[in-house]
């Protein structure tokens, strides 16, 4: 099994709709991020968090909530969905500023 | 802030041909260097690092040595094979930091 989880793999929804992708960790990391993976833009910060209760806006955090409802579990909602929002998305876990460890990424197509 | 800027691809080469993506990284401080490898339809998976200047990562073939004179972090391996083809990230961490600067990622496809 891997050790960083997302589901789903894949979504396609509608403006306006409201979503959430998740993320599971079996490292044992306090630390979770999220990111999106847009052509030419590498990848970007969402969210990052570093415990239950420590929770922080990325680069790009506009449009988009997070809840981290245990150690090993990190949820991204998009509150209402717009076409730009299509894209990769991952999230990823490291024990501290070091290695990071993705998922295999949801992609999601907003319509 | 810190950034990091990587070579356009893609880059389309034949099997045994030698590979180099340059990488070249801003920083404040004394930032870890890194490579990560996504290939289709995975996530992203750490290459190599090097953590201090005239640091050399190696894996699966592949190096990288940290230049901090001339700020670069470029990737080569000397023999490529189908099994490459991937898209690869040079990324930086800052040792005060929390997170990864990512370049904009190369695509590379070998060719039997």
């Given at each position: ?6 589901t ?5 929804t ?5 979503i ?8 044992g990391?306090?630390r979770?991020?999220?990111?999106r993976?847009?052509p ?14 420590d ?8 449009g ?5 409802q ?34 295999a ?7 | ?9 893609p ?15 801003t920083?404040?401080?004394y ?11 995975e ?7 090097a953590?201090k ?9 592949f190096?990288?040595?940290?230049r ?12 490529v094979?189908?099994?490459d083809?991937?898209?690869y990230?040079?990324?930086l961490?800052d ?8 370049g ?9």
């Amino acid at each position: 099994d891997a050790d960083v989880t997302q589901t789903p793999r894949n979504r396609i929804t509608k403006t306006g709709k409201r979503i959430m992708l998740e993320c599971s960790q079996t490292k044992g990391h306090d630390r979770m991020y999220w990111y999106r993976q847009d052509p030419g833009l590498g990848l970007r910060l969402i969210y990052y968090s570093f415990d239950v209760k420590d929770i922080n806006k990325g680069e790009i955090s506009d449009g988009y909530s997070v809840s981290r409802q245990a150690q090993a579990k990190f949820s991204l909602s998009l509150e209402s969905a717009i076409p730009n929002q299509t894209a990769l998305y991952f999230c990823a876990t490291s024990l501290d500023n070091d290695i990071q460890y993705f998922g295999a990424g949801t992609r999601l197509s907003v319509l | 802030g810190d950034s990091v800027t990587q070579m356009e691809g893609p880059v389309t080469l034949s099997e045994e041909a030698f590979l180099t993506i340059n990488c070249t990284y801003t920083a404040t401080g004394y930032p870890s260097l890194f490579w990560y490898v996504q290939y289709p339809g995975e996530g992203l998976q750490l290459l190599l690092k090097a953590t201090k200047a005239d640091d050399k990562g190696s894996n699966k073939g592949f190096e990288a040595t940290y230049r901090k004179e001339t700020t670069s972090f470029h990737l080569e391996k000397g023999s490529v094979q189908v099994s490459d083809s991937a898209v690869y990230f040079c990324a930086l961490s800052d040792w005060n930091d929390y997170k990864l600067s990512f370049g904009a990622g190369t695509t590379v496809t070998v060719r039997a």
